[in-house]
């Protein structure tokens, strides 16, 4: 089976869907694939921290309004175990905020349910296996369940959707670092401040949610592990040890994860 479309997006996660709804009002045909359910609710503990200029493009696409996001008006950046720290506000940058969390599950449902009202071809459970160049553009081979099809295209846009396709002249710097994430409370409110410490084992950052704080925790990927298979006192211990007692006692509010940090780029 083949078909033809002007722009075929491989990627239907914030980047990608964004982009296809930005794209959506031209004269284009444009195919959207996903790997995943579009529709799903996504298990995905994960919050995403939004620029302003982020801020500006969802209003654009006119889905802002429909996110749930928590201001940072202060980002407080300090070293463990030395003096001093820098605090960026959002009026000295003079912007409404420095930037805005949501939870990154949240914003992919808001931006699948858009392009439902868009003329773009959703195809999910979909993935790109390979793509070969053509005289006046390439060739996708896309998987859907045990079918394979062929998409003929005039450009393609990597968006996060090539895990597991095989490209040329790709560079991958491994950091030999992960990134672990969770959702917590703590005994001080989070007064719409951002915190990032630098440890001897990698940054730490907390973002504060209208919960409390999304943290990412960067280190070894051993040391992650370990972290995450601590009980959750255990884990708050450790991570009052590492941040300080600033903000008080620590209490974990949500399941945490762990995911490897790599730069993919395409020559």
């Known amino acids: 089976m083949t078909s033809a479309y002007d722009i075929v997006i491989a990627g239907g996660g914030p980047v990608g869907a964004a982009l296809a709804l930005a794209l959506q009002k031209s004269s284009h045909r444009i195919a959207l694939l996903e790997a995943r359910p579009l529709d799903e609710t996504r298990d995905d503990a994960r919050t995403i921290a939004l620029s302003h200029g982020s801020r500006l493009i969802l209003e654009r696409l006119g889905v802002w309004s429909l996110l749930n ?9 300090s070293q ?9 506000t959002a009026r000295e940058a003079d912007v409404p905020a420095l930037g805005y969390v949501t939870a990154y599950a949240g914003l992919q449902r ?8 868009t003329t773009v071809d959703v195809l999910d459970r979909c993935s790109a296996r390979a793509i070969d160049a053509t005289e006046d553009g390439a060739t996708v081979t896309a998987e859907a369940g045990n079918v394979v099809s062929e998409i003929n295209t005039r450009l ?14 790709v560079d991958e710097r491994d ?7 969770c959702d917590i409370e703590s005994d001080a409110p989070h007064d719409n401040r951002a915190f990032e410490r630098f440890t001897p084992h990698g940054p730490l950052a907390l973002l504060p949610t209208q919960r409390g ?3 990412v925790w960067t280190a070894q990927p051993s ?5 995450a298979a601590l009980d959750d006192k255990q884990f708050c ?3 009052h040890k590492e941040f300080g007692g600033a903000l008080g006692e620590f209490r974990l509010s949500g399941r945490r994860q762990v995911f490897p940090l790599k730069l993919k780029r395409a020559q």
Request: cysteine-free; overall charge negative.
């Open 69 to 77: 996001v928590t201001e940072i008006r202060t980002i407080v950046v």
């Open 80 to 88: 463990q175990r030395q003096f001093g720290r820098v605090e960026l």
């Open 110 to 117: 808001i931006l699948g349910n858009a392009l439902r009202e």
């Open 156 to 169: 393609v846009v990597l968006a996060d959707g090539a895990d597991g396709l095989k490209l040329a002249d």
């Open 175 to 181: 950091y030999g670092q992960s990134a672990l994430v």
């Open 213 to 215: 704080w999304s943290i």
């Open 223 to 227: 040391r992650t592990l370990e972290l």
């Open 237 to 239: 211990e450790q991570l």
